[in-house]
């Protein structure tokens, strides 16, 4: 069975510093590998997704991540947030042909001026 | 495209009322899912279908819930009756079967108040 776990339930940041989101995950297969955003009052939008090839993957609004396979790691960055960043992010990993996502508690991103 | 449509975005009831949240897919994807959403419990994957026809429902918390998908372009949650603890953010989120490319776009959600 997959688990994911973010390691942090709330970062704050101020603005136009660099954050990082961490996420580790478990699992006996190879998975697929993803980061949602979830901004006050709306549906889950995804950030970026990792499948393969390069273990750096660039997504939407600067972010990017990293895939790690030996330390089991998808951390999520940006070198500079916005105000606009604050927001909840989750991890999910999704292993094989299995459709099912599993989910990570998600962090919450308060980015102050 | 229009994105995954939800209805209503919002919704008060009282306890031991039957409640019913509706899901339009994206167009031509064939995978279907209904999300939970909690504070306590995060995300959670209630049911999900392939091609209409429900393929994992190991979620369902009860036989309260109930879900349907008569055809490629609706889906319908009912909770009957309903209790406060039902108290949540119901997503609905479509798929198009592509392999590892597959990726699960959801709908703005619907928040459901049990009072």
């Known amino acids: 069975a997959q688990s994911v776990t973010q390691l942090d339930s709330q970062v704050p940041v101020f603005e136009e510093a660099p954050v990082e989101l961490r996420c580790n995950y478990s699992?006996?297969?190879?998975?697929?590998l993803f980061w949602y955003v979830q901004y006050p009052n709306q549906g889950l939008q995804l950030l970026l997704k990792?499948?393969?090839?390069s273990t750096l993957v660039k997504g939407i609004n600067g972010f990017e991540a990293e895939f790690n396979k030996s330390q089991t790691s998808f951390h999520l960055r940006k070198p500079s947030v916005h105000i606009s960043d604050t927001a909840e992010y989750f991890c999910?990993?999704?292993?094989?042909?299995?459709?099912?996502?599993?989910w990570g508690l998600g962090t919450s991103l308060a980015v102050n001026p | 495209d229009a994105g995954v449509i939800q209805s209503p975005r919002h919704e008060v009831t009282e306890m031991g009322q039957e409640v019913t949240l509706r899901c339009k897919p994206i167009?031509?994807?064939?995978?279907l899912f209904w999300y939970r959403q909690t504070m306590m419990r995060g995300l959670e994957l209630l049911i999900y279908?392939?091609?209409?026809?429900?393929?994992?429902d190991s979620g369902m918390p009860e036989d309260r819930f109930s879900a349907k998908m008569p055809n490629a372009s609706f889906s319908t949650l009912k909770i009957q009756p309903s209790e406060p603890r039902d108290s949540a953010v119901y997503f609905c989120?479509?798929?198009?079967?592509?392999?590892?490319?597959?990726?699960?776009?959801f709908g703005p959600g619907t928040r459901l108040l049990v009072l």
């Open positions: 989120a479509s798929s198009q079967s592509r392999g590892r490319e597959e990726t699960q776009y």
């Open positions: 167009s031509g994807h064939d995978y």
């Open positions: 279908f392939n091609n209409n026809v429900p393929i994992d």
């Open positions: 699992s006996s297969v190879s998975v697929y």
């Open positions: 990792y499948l393969s090839g």
């Open positions: 999910a990993v999704r292993a094989g042909n299995n459709r099912k996502l599993i």
